[in-house]
């Protein structure tokens, strides 16, 4: 039973937060929403991986966010990944051409996911990073985490979150170079090696 704040009492339907879920597969997903970099762009990486349960077993029904800054290490201000087409309001995608910096990908049934972005470029003191926020069955909160790439991290003083993380911790933001412009970056949601994940107030 729920009060209202006009005074009545009545029964509201739970929304997501307030379940176990998942609900992320109905609306939230869009076409092409993994292929961040504009065509051809020479600066394009593939950064993919799993998402992992607590027991180690693959999480299928995850969704994951993902924003970087493009290589000068400037936040894309350009129209949105999700256009709409002004005549028909039907999808319209991206063009192809601007970089919006923004991704969103289901894990398929094996819990891997990818995205081909631009290798971020540096801003401020921090290392270049693309951020990354979670939504998966059991988490009534979703989780932020970052993925740093080899050869992009500084030396851990040189970054303020990465400098207070000791280097077991530290190693679970930086993804695996397999060559070729990719890179592996697993999340682990709990358990042993558990991804280092951000709490923001």
């Known amino acids: ?61 995850a969704l994951l966010e993902v924003w970087g800054p493009d290589p000068c290490g400037e936040m894309p201000r350009v129209d949105g990944s999700m256009r709409r087409d002004p005549a028909s309001g039907g999808y319209a995608g991206r063009n192809g051409v601007e970089f919006t910096g923004f991704g969103r990908i289901q894990t398929d049934a094996d819990g891997h996911w990818y995205v081909r972005t ?29 993925i740093y790439l080899p050869g992009n991290e500084p030396a851990p003083d040189g970054d303020p979150l990465l400098a207070r993380l000791e280097r077991e911790r530290r190693d679970t933001l930086v993804a695996g170079e397999e060559g070729a412009g990719t890179y592996r970056f697993d999340i682990r949601l709990q358990g042993e090696g558990e991804t280092v994940f951000l709490e923001f107030p």
């Open 1 to 61: 039973m729920t009060q209202h704040a006009t005074g009545g009492r009545g029964h509201l339907p739970p929304t997501p937060s307030h379940t176990v879920g998942p609900f992320y597969g109905y609306a939230l997903p869009f076409p092409g929403g993994e292929d961040v970099a504009p065509l051809g762009h020479r600066d394009t990486v593939t950064v993919h991986g799993y998402v992992y349960d607590g027991a180690g077993g693959p999480v299928p029904d």
């Open 118 to 146: 631009l290798r971020p470029g540096a801003r401020g003191r921090s290392a270049p990073y693309l951020s990354v926020c979670v939504f998966a069955r059991g988490l009534l909160t979703h989780l932020y985490t970052r």
